[in-house]
């Protein structure tokens, strides 16, 4: 499998490696939450813009935040379980905006806003930034053949990294997702990412190794997504595993 790297990152290299997502509402809450960090159990922090108020303060905050850690912004809009909504040329602006001033070294591309993915992915290819397509389904698991669909189409579109997140309703959902993961490392060489979320689901986001992921998310003093672990924990649990 491909090895990717960010800064001094290595994507599929040594133990998945972790990303805490950083949701604060203001700047100075964000900054609260880097703070809080413990700097050897993170590797990436991803800044999820939909749940920040001072996005016109955006370069302020990804140079403040990039200045500590690798970054990946993240733009979810509400089709894909985030907090806002943009239309499609601001979506673009933005991210552009944050790329024209490398002030982050990832974005996240909700590889469903078609009319746009294209344009980004070149973009930022072009200056050296690295894309994550990333598909959520809140609704339901679905079934191998559409997983493997929706990661396919993802290498076609020249993602630097995959990522489905997707909904169980029960354990078998998850089980599913378990042994798509065990064809997905076999067939796919892009890094991928493949969780499922809510309580059920906990024991993806720490078995990532087992699964062949390249990353996994923790929280650092609040969620982004159900399901997800403190980040100080996971790292625990991912040596150990990585360890046996």
């Not at 991210?95 to 990832?106: A, E, F, P, R, S």
């Not at 579109?157 to 998850?174: R, S």
Request: hydrophobic residues 40%; proline residues 3%; charged residues 25%.
């Amino acid at each position: 499998m491909k090895k990717l790297v960010v800064k001094d990152i290595v994507f599929n290299e040594g133990l998945p490696k972790i990303c805490v997502p950083l949701v604060g509402k203001t700047k100075e809450e964000l900054y609260e939450e880097l703070d809080q960090l413990s700097w050897d159990s993170v590797d990436i922090i991803e800044w999820r813009m939909d749940m920040c108020d001072d996005l016109q303060q955006a370069v302020e905050i990804a140079r403040k935040l990039s200045s500590e850690y690798p970054v990946l912004a993240t733009f979810r809009t509400t089709f894909e379980g985030g907090t806002k909504g943009l239309s499609l040329k601001e979506y673009v602006q933005l991210y552009k905006l944050l790329i024209d001033h490398q002030v982050v070294d990832m974005i996240d591309v909700e590889y469903q806003r078609e009319e746009v993915v294209k344009e980004l992915v070149e973009y930022a290819h072009t200056h050296d930034v690295k894309v994550v397509l990333s598909y959520h389904n809140f609704s339901y698991t679905p079934q191998e053949k559409e997983i493997f669909a929706h990661m396919r189409n993802m290498q076609r579109l020249n993602a630097d990294m995959c990522k489905i997140a997707v909904m169980p309703k029960n354990e078998e959902d998850v089980i599913n997702v378990l042994q798509t993961s065990n064809h997905l490392k076999k067939q796919i060489d892009t890094p991928y990412i493949l969780l499922s979320m809510g309580k059920f689901g906990i024991i993806t986001r720490m078995c990532v190794d087992f699964m062949g992921c390249c990353m996994t998310f923790g929280k650092a003093i609040q969620s982004s997504a159900p399901g997800q672990v403190a980040h100080e924990q996971l790292k625990e649990i991912l040596m150990l595993l990585h360890q046996m």
